[in-house]
């Protein structure tokens, strides 16, 4: 089984996962971006606190959860990649388009991979990452694949 194939039975899975309603929640995990900043400020690694969230999305899978734009404690990139994970999850899931993803300041200058900042010179690569990423990065400059939100 290839990388698209696995990918593929991931997302199924996410999909066919009924969705539970929000009331329901108990707020152990982050429900929206503000949540996920108040992890964040809170000492939480974003890495944890991220994936925290998707986990909690995939449950609840609801436009509430993309009601506040990406926290502005993050650097200009990261915020523009949460940006453009909304309008793609969004997009993904039949939800309706967070109208602030619209914001030119989630549209960056320069192409942009996150794995940079592990000290990865990513340059050599770019413009096929750019090519392959989804529109909702690709139009941000940002080399990202949706294969990075999968979370089961």
């Given at each position: 089984?290839?990388?698209?194939?696995?990918?593929?039975?991931?997302?199924?899975?996410?999909?066919?996962?009924?969705?539970?309603?929000?009331?329901?929640?108990?707020?152990r995990r982050p429900m929206d971006y503000q949540?996920?900043?108040?992890?964040?400020?809170?000492g939480v690694a974003f890495d944890h606190?991220?994936?925290?969230f998707l986990h909690a999305f995939y449950d609840y899978?609801?436009?509430?959860?993309?009601?506040y734009p990406s926290p502005t404690s993050l650097s200009i990139e990261w915020q523009a990649l949460l940006a453009g994970a909304a309008e793609w999850?969004?997009?993904?899931f039949?939800?309706?388009?967070?109208?602030?993803?619209?914001?030119?300041?989630?549209f960056?200058?320069?192409?942009?991979?996150?794995?940079e900042d592990l000290g990865l010179d990513m340059s050599p690569f770019m413009a096929?990452?750019?090519?392959?990423?989804?529109?909702?990065f690709r139009k941000r400059n940002i080399a990202f694949l949706s294969r990075n939100l999968i979370a089961l």
């Amino acid at each position: 089984m290839n990388r698209e194939q696995i990918d593929k039975l991931a997302w199924q899975s996410i999909h066919q996962r009924p969705p539970r309603p929000v009331a329901e929640s108990r707020r152990r995990r982050p429900m929206d971006y503000q949540d996920l900043a108040r992890r964040l400020e809170g000492g939480v690694a974003f890495d944890h606190a991220w994936s925290d969230f998707l986990h909690a999305f995939y449950d609840y899978k609801d436009a509430s959860f993309f009601r506040y734009p990406s926290p502005t404690s993050l650097s200009i990139e990261w915020q523009a990649l949460l940006a453009g994970a909304a309008e793609w999850l969004s997009e993904e899931f039949g939800l309706p388009h967070p109208a602030w993803t619209d914001d030119q300041r989630y549209f960056l200058a320069e192409p942009w991979d996150p794995r940079e900042d592990l000290g990865l010179d990513m340059s050599p690569f770019m413009a096929d990452m750019l090519r392959r990423s989804p529109e909702a990065f690709r139009k941000r400059n940002i080399a990202f694949l949706s294969r990075n939100l999968i979370a089961l």
